[in-house]
């Protein structure tokens, strides 16, 4: 529990990774219609993808989060964001339905960054400044899940 390991701007970036990581989750929510229509594809298909997306978030949780207990955590951390960006990036660039598919699976997956990254603030953060960090990080990630709503719904 060093302090010198987390400060200020550390918190604000754990707080900001898991707002935007979070928020992946619903983007897709609101424009679903619009996905539906740039693959010609019916409104049930893409929700098809879009449960795989909460899929992919179910299987991260039973599988990559409990990896935060045996593997450095920040190495993890770094891992699922870097997998995260790709994802993303896949699913903005997918030729077609079922690239989009595995795309939003990944997605899912790598959306469970946020469950590292709070035990984590929590671990590293001084006895008496727990409380703080950790409200911190969490009100980011609730921005995120807020903010994507939004955010998606506007474009």
Not at 94 to 116: D, E, H, K, M, R
Not at 124 to 153: D, F, I
């Amino acid at each position: 529990m060093n302090s010198k390991s987390l400060n200020k701007s550390t918190v604000l970036l754990m707080a900001i990774s898991a707002a935007i990581v979070v928020a992946n989750i619903n983007y897709i929510q609101p424009i679903e219609a619009d996905i539906a229509q740039q693959f010609n594809l019916p409104n049930a298909v893409i929700g098809a993808v879009a449960m795989l997306t909460q899929l992919g978030y179910a299987f991260g949780l039973l599988l990559i989060v409990p990896m935060g207990d045996i593997m450095n955590r920040r190495m993890l951390i770094m891992r699922l964001l870097v997998l995260a960006i790709i994802s993303a990036l896949l699913a903005f660039v997918a030729p077609n339905i079922w690239v989009y598919a595995l795309a939003s699976l990944l997605i899912g997956i790598t959306s469970v960054a946020p469950q590292v990254i709070i035990p984590y603030a929590g671990f590293l953060a001084p006895r008496n400044q727990r409380g703080q960090v950790l409200g911190n990080v969490l009100s980011g990630l609730l921005v995120g899940v807020l903010l994507s709503q939004t955010v998606s719904g506007v474009l």
